[in-house]
């Protein structure tokens, strides 16, 4: 009978060991994939970083350009009026 119950405290500490060794195991995993996660989102933050900087240099780069059209669009305009003003003051007077 003590053999017995000698054989199940064996196996109750054999079946305890074990579950304590998986749960080390998978918190070791855990951590891994918590290590993963902090170089992803480290990545994430370098790319959002620079997207950031990419996308404000091409703003400035658009608001320049709209102005240069903008600027071109009323000189054309201006010199229109001018051409047509000389038309109209040529004709009228001469």
């Known amino acids: 009978a003590k053999t017995t119950q000698l054989d199940i405290l064996r196996s109750q500490v054999q079946e305890v060991t ?3 060794k998986d749960n080390v195991d998978e918190i070791s995993r855990r951590g891994e994939k918590l290590e993963e ?3 992803r989102s480290g990545r ?3 790319l959002s970083s620079s997207f950031s900087t990419t996308a404000a240099a091409i703003q400035k780069k ?3 350009r709209n102005r240069k ?3 071109a669009i009323a000189l054309v305009l201006t010199l229109v009026l001018i ?3 000389v038309v109209l ?3 009228y007077n001469g």
């Open 37 to 39: 996660l902090e170089t």
């Open 44 to 46: 994430l933050e370098d």
């Open 18 to 20: 074990n579950i304590m």
């Open 83 to 85: 051409i047509v003003t």
């Open 89 to 91: 003051v040529v004709y």
């Open 69 to 71: 059209v903008i600027c």
């Open 62 to 64: 658009m608001k320049r």
